[in-house]
């Protein structure tokens, strides 16, 4: 059964305190590694997708990195506007497939 | 990116009856997705509408409990029937990006409360 776990639930960080935040997963047939980032009330927005191990991509101070079983997410300096859940999704290859397997994310608060 | 737009935003509604959430799209879209986000955990696939097929529920979701309406490439449905409290929870609709990179692209939300 394909499973994704995420941590920690929840993280503190002070404000320029960087961190980084896990998603492992056990799914066969990785497409890709997608995150999201989801503000309280609102829907989760699209913020990378990964395809092959060793990959990096990055936006503003976020790095989204993929390992054969992980990714990580490095926050660098955050930003009180920064907090938020972050969510990770795999998706499996599959004839008709688009199912996204969603881990149920790290809660993220920066105090300034 | 697409812009999606869902209605109603929330609602309380009382055990037994139905609620149909609206799903609109401001381009013309193959795949829409519908999930459903209990509190306190993840989002969970219910099904997947395609214009002109009828939908795909996934394990666990069935169609009398979850119709799915799926009219024109912009707009879907989905109606939550015969609600119970456990119905409680936000009700998501997302669609693919249309790219071939398999990413989706998600609406605001419905949050439902169900007494």
């Known amino acids: 059964e394909d499973q994704v776990t995420q941590s920690p639930e929840a993280l503190r960080l002070q404000e320029g305190e960087s961190s980084s935040l896990n998603c492992s997963y056990t799914v066969s047939g990785l497409r890709g590694l997608f995150w999201y980032r989801q503000d309280p009330g609102k829907g989760p927005e699209f913020l990378f997708t990964?395809?092959?191990a060793g990959e990096e991509k990055e936006k503003e101070r976020l790095k989204a990195t993929l390992t054969k079983k992980e990714s990580f997410l490095h926050i660098t300096a955050p930003k009180p506007e920064d907090s938020a859940t972050y969510l990770c999704?795999?998706?499996?290859?599959?004839?008709?497939?688009?199912?996204?397997?969603f881990g149920k994310g790290t809660k993220l608060s920066v105090i300034p | 990116s697409a812009v999606i737009s869902q209605k109603p935003s929330r609602d309380i509604c009382q055990r037994g009856t139905s609620l149909t959430i609206q799903c609109q799209v401001d381009?013309?879209?193959?795949?829409m997705f519908w999930y459903r986000q209990q509190p306190g955990q993840s989002l969970t696939l219910i099904a997947t509408?395609?214009?002109?097929?009828?939908?795909?529920?996934e394990s666990g979701f069935v169609i009398d409990k979850f119709p799915i309406s799926r009219p024109n490439l912009t707009f879907s449905t989905l109606t939550v029937s015969n609600m119970s409290p456990e119905d409680s929870s936000i009700y998501l609709c997302s669609v693919d990006s249309g790219t071939g990179t398999y990413e989706q692209y998600f609406g605001p939300g419905t949050r439902l409360t169900v007494t």
């Open positions: 509408a395609n214009q002109g097929s009828e939908a795909t529920y």
């Open positions: 999704a795999p998706s499996i290859s599959g004839a008709g497939s688009y199912q996204l397997t």
């Open positions: 990964l395809y092959s």
């Open positions: 381009s013309q879209v193959t795949m």
